[in-house]
């Protein structure tokens, strides 16, 4: 979130649009329907967009550059690598902070939920998702996206699911029920040049090392470190979207010993190398 902007600059909410189907503002560089899934990239040349909402819900991935969105409650600043979802007839706006910026648009009908048997009380209005594992998984989609060979729809259509049953998850647990260092547990791992020891969080938590390793997988939906790796390597596959870093840099700027490791736990996930990926992802955008 950040201070000193007006929450309304105009009377366009009293002009409310509508975006129908894959309609985003600002111009659209690619776009992809597999079955009742649309996904899009955009440049966002627009610096404000009208009040307005969408008839189907969508997750917004911000490839570079800085924005802010706006809804009636709250304005949430969105840099590079954020991830925001936005239920269908969720009314905001947007503004481009930045000389330019882009981002990827996973778009998904109301009657996708009904073929595959989920609820659209999944979802509720507008909300950042910081969960690394999520992003992992629409950084996936978005490689598939740009691939959009024999295997993409099927594959989207898997990580899709996968994204919507790890939100489902999340809202099982009632707020009042999860305990309080839980929350300054992902602070501090979203943290950086922190000592991520077993000790060191106990300390700085108050509770038990015993306890912290065997109660935050529940809340975390991962062990410490699967959190932790998921953690780093969405924060590496933006820099490789978004900046001409080498890899061996951005080894090191998102927490890993060393380039080497850096490829293995890459590979883990990508089933690719970083460096395949970025030039992957390069080639088909220019294609």
């Given at each position: ?238 820099l490789l979207l978004a ?21 293995y736990i890459f590979k ?20």
């Amino acid at each position: 979130m950040r201070p000193g902007l007006a929450l309304y600059p105009s009377n366009d909410y009293c002009k409310m649009k509508v975006s129908t189907k894959g309609k985003y503002y600002g111009s659209r560089d690619l776009e992809q329907n597999f079955n009742e899934i649309v996904l899009s990239q955009y440049d966002y040349t627009i610096e404000t967009t009208p009040w307005h909402y969408h008839e189907n819900p969508y997750f917004m991935f911000v490839l570079h550059g800085n924005m802010l969105d706006y809804n009636r409650k709250e304005k949430t600043w969105l840099p590079p690598g954020s991830l925001i979802f936005h239920n269908w007839q969720e009314q905001h706006y947007g503004r481009r902070h930045s000389a330019e910026a882009a981002g990827f648009h996973l778009e998904f009908e109301r009657s996708w939920f009904k073929r595959n048997e989920l609820s659209l009380d999944i979802f509720e209005g507008s909300k950042m998702i910081q969960n690394p594992y999520t992003h992992l998984l629409i950084s996936k989609i978005y490689f598939e996206f740009l691939l959009a060979d024999n295997y993409s729809s099927v594959s989207i259509d898997l990580l899709l699911l996968q994204i919507c049953d790890s939100l489902n998850l999340k809202r099982q647990d009632h707020p009042k029920a999860i305990p309080p260092w839980v929350a300054r547990l992902k602070e501090i791992l979203h943290e950086d040049d922190t000592d991520f020891s077993l000790k060191a969080l106990s300390e700085e938590l108050g509770v038990h090392p015993v306890h912290i390793s065997r109660t935050a997988p529940k809340y975390l939906f991962a062990s410490l470190g699967d959190y932790i790796r998921k953690l780093k390597l969405s924060k590496a596959v933006n820099l490789l979207l978004a900046s001409e870093m080498p890899l061996v840099e951005i080894a090191y700027h998102c927490g890993f010993s060393d380039q080497s490791h850096f490829n293995y736990i890459f590979k883990s996930y990508y089933q690719v190398s970083p460096g395949i990926f970025r030039r992957r992802v390069r080639k088909m955008i220019r294609c």
